[in-house]
């Protein structure tokens, strides 16, 4: 966009004006579907903050026993994503805080990985 059009379509406005539209979008509990989704409990689809478990240690070793875990329970590939959370309180990080790199584990799996990878459970 040239800066004509960019000045004739938006308007400069302060951080403070906008701060609670900002907040009510992050505090938003819907998903993008709607208030009607049908998997309300679980969709995720569009949100800004999501809920995930993350496991984080030894990622080679973690992956390959979380998706060996997943494939023998449920006959699916049982692939895991890599992901990176960061610790935040009120929207903010901190300071000091943990940056994680890990595999998301979908609520699904969870308890059968979990586990899987405790000393005191025979696999």
Not at 39 to 59: D, E, F, P, W
Not at 84 to 92: F, G, Q
Request: glycine share 8%; with cysteine.
């Amino acid at each position: 966009l040239a800066l004509v059009d960019v000045l004739q379509r938006y308007v400069r406005t302060d951080a403070e004006s906008v701060k609670e539209a900002w907040a009510a979008e992050y505090a938003n509990p819907d998903c993008s579907h709607g208030p009607k989704c049908k998997n309300k409990a679980t969709c995720q689809y569009g949100k800004r903050v999501i809920n995930m478990h993350i496991l984080t240690g030894s990622l080679l070793d973690s992956m390959r026993k979380a998706e060996g875990i997943i494939a023998r329970r449920y006959a699916s590939s049982g692939r895991c994503n890599v992901c990176r959370a960061v610790e935040k309180k009120d929207d903010e990080p901190v300071e000091g805080g943990r940056s994680v790199l890990g595999l998301e584990i979908k609520p699904t799996f969870i308890d059968e990985v979990l586990d899987g990878f405790d000393p005191d459970v025979e696999a």
